[in-house]
């Protein structure tokens, strides 16, 4: 039976990239030391849910934006007795009130230390530029407040080994917002695969990309195809296989500016396993997923939330919750399965979820670290192939 952390994948909060050699091919696990276990349960219990009718998980939101507007289309259509949003924080105090007047939000800050201080806040979602996520992880830890933080968690794996450390001794809950595997469809994957409908899956292929307009792929902010979408098929193939991978591939593509708008990848694992990721910021994609097993196959559309799963020629359908108004980013209702799977681990006294844990934002950083060195040749147009070896 699979877990999400034996002792191999615990000792991932505490390797650095050059010892990750040293795990390859070992099961993806959850289990932290008992101390630190029931640590963590007490001051949780102690800080949030030692009340019994304070089980409603107040929402700080760090900072407005896009995201953040999906964020409160998607916490609506849960029970407003166990989560509503108590505060919001943008630079633009207009924007702030704007967002605040559309959701009823009581307190509007304009820096995110004053929202760190709220008192009326327990958790805090963190969406803004990439750059700044580790910070304000560790500024809201500070203050004794839960995270859900937008991909990635980190810039690093060794920032993510630190926050990671923060957070458990802190006992406060810390998530990476892989909201994909909190879906009914992904559950319903994980548990086909584990009744061996598909047999032992032996091949992986997932496509994700779009045709973006020039200047949007080749500005400065723009990180590249591996930074920006490759944790959304990193996640699925670590979902299916649940150990770490022996090697990766890479090939890709970079403009003029040496950023990467087109790349493939392949994850290897033991018993010559593999996963194949193709990322396109030059074309659109079918953004579908097909996995192969020795009994049979599925197939997922949309596969960072999907609503039909194809198994083995058999349709299975699932309905995402309908909502009041539309999102701005396609499906990001599902972020509401997110949110209660967040709250269900706080009221448990957890600090990480066993759907997407700290071992595994710690893997998926190096690994893409890992693609994202193999890629960063100088020119407009390479496409080489290396291999960086974990065993």
Known sequence: MWGLLNECGHRLYQLGRQKLQNLAGRCIHHMRPDALRRQSTRQSESKWNSDE?????????????????????AIRVLPPDSHCITACMDAYRSQALTFANRYQVPNVFTSFEDLARCPDVDA?????????????????????????CEQP???????????????????????????????PAYQCLRSEIMKQKLG???????????????????????AGVTKNWAADCIQLALWIYREVPMFVKAAGKLND???????????????????????SAEKNLENMASIRGTKG????????????LLFNNKKIKFKLPSTDRPTYFDSRVGMCYEMEEMRQCILKGRTESKLFNHGESQLMINLIGQVTDMLAVKGQHINVQSVAAVQ
């Open 53 to 73: 009718s304070q089980r409603k998980l107040r929402w700080g939101i760090a900072p407005v934006n896009l995201l953040a507007e999906d964020f409160a289309t």
């Open 124 to 148: 805090v979602y963190i969406s803004p530029l990439n750059c700044m996520h580790c910070e304000l992880c560790h500024l809201m830890l500070n203050h004794d407040k839960h995270v859900l």
């Open 153 to 183: 968690l980190c810039m690093d794996e060794q920032q993510v080994v630190q926050l990671v450390g923060k957070a458990k001794a802190r006992g406060l809950f810390l998530m990476e917002g892989v909201w994909s595997r909190c879906l």
């Open 200 to 222: 032992t899956v032996y091949d992986v292929k997932c496509q994700l990309g779009w045709r973006l307009p020039i200047a949007q792929s080749s500005r400065a902010t723009y």
């Open 257 to 279: 500016g040496g950023v990467d708008v087109a790349a493939e990848i392949e994850l290897w694992f033991k018993n010559n396993r593999c996963a194949i990721l193709e990322l």
């Open 297 to 308: 196959s599925v197939t997922m559309n949309c596969f960072w939330c999907p609503t039909l």
